[in-house]
């Protein structure tokens, strides 16, 4: 029979034939003294360094030689440390960054003063004086406030609702009927007395 060796927690053994092999392979560092060995008398495994065959040889040879350090390798811990703390100062700064281009919101009016200020009900009626457009069979007319004037003298009649009630705006109405020719009068004449604006409703 033969002896048989194999790695610390591996099954799978080596035969060799004398326990000379055995003790070449740990010299030439094919296996550790904690690798197991089995001779053809023995009953179980046992290390390499506890077998009493090796025991003495194994206690000559000593702890095995370490591997040399490599002098170039460099040691990247302490630059992963700094790319991590600089990481962390970046995103704190910016976060910080951004919460001070948050735009502050206007402080909210009190109670009292939401409760007592009224909207305006119609403000456009103080800057508007009204101009109704319609037909009378084939005759146009033309109101202001419900007064008729003359279609003729339409300039005129602007010219005269602007001085008395200082209103520059106009709110025109015109009736379905109403030709085109006939409402591009009326906006003719409010712009040679100088209307600012006309309002036109839906027809």
Same mark, same amino acid.
């Given at each position: +029979? !033969?002896?048989?060796?194999?790695?610390?927690?591996?099954?799978?053994?080596?035969?060799?034939?004398?326990?000379?092999?055995?003790?070449?392979?740990? &010299?030439?560092?094919?296996?550790?003294?904690?690798?197991?060995?089995?001779?053809?008398?023995?009953?179980?495994?046992?290390?390499? #360094?506890?077998?009493?065959?090796?025991?003495?040889?194994?206690?000559? +040879?000593?702890?095995?030689?370490?591997?040399? #350090?490599?002098?170039? /390798?460099?040691?990247?811990?302490?630059?992963?440390?700094?790319? *991590?703390? *600089?990481?962390?100062?970046?995103?704190?700064?910016?976060?910080?960054?951004?919460? /001070? &281009?948050?735009?502050?919101?206007?402080?909210? %009016?009190?109670?009292?003063?939401?409760?007592?200020?009224? %909207?305006?009900?119609?403000?456009?009626?103080? &800057?508007?004086? &009204?101009?109704?457009?319609?037909?009378?069979?084939?005759?146009?007319?033309?109101?202001?406030?419900?007064?008729?004037?003359? %279609?003729?003298?339409?300039?005129?009649?602007?010219?005269?609702? +602007? /001085? *008395?009630?200082?209103? /520059?705006?106009?709110?025109?109405?015109? !009736?379905?009927?109403?030709?085109?020719?006939?409402?591009?009068?009326?906006?003719?004449?409010?712009?040679?007395?100088?209307?600012?604006?006309?309002? +036109?409703?839906?027809?």
């Amino acid at each position: +029979m !033969s002896w048989q060796v194999r790695f610390e927690g591996i099954p799978e053994t080596v035969p060799l034939s004398a326990p000379e092999k055995v003790l070449e392979g740990l &010299r030439d560092g094919d296996w550790d003294p904690s690798d197991e060995v089995k001779g053809p008398a023995d009953a179980d495994w046992q290390a390499i #360094e506890d077998h009493p065959t090796f025991a003495d040889a194994v206690a000559e +040879m000593g702890p095995p030689p370490k591997p040399e #350090e490599d002098e170039t /390798r460099l040691d990247m811990n302490p630059l992963i440390d700094v790319s *991590l703390v *600089l990481l962390i100062f970046f995103i704190l700064t910016t976060s910080y960054a951004s919460l /001070r &281009r948050v735009i502050a919101l206007p402080p909210a %009016p009190p109670p009292e003063e939401t409760a007592t200020k009224k %909207p305006d009900k119609n403000p456009l009626e103080d &800057r508007v004086f &009204r101009v109704k457009v319609t037909t009378e069979g084939e005759r146009v007319t033309v109101q202001f406030d419900g007064t008729a004037v003359d %279609p003729a003298k339409l300039t005129e009649a602007i010219k005269d609702v +602007m /001085r *008395l009630t200082g209103k /520059r705006e106009m709110y025109l109405t015109v !009736s379905d009927d109403v030709y085109w020719e006939d409402e591009a009068k009326v906006h003719d004449a409010a712009k040679g007395a100088g209307v600012h604006q006309i309002h +036109m409703s839906g027809k």
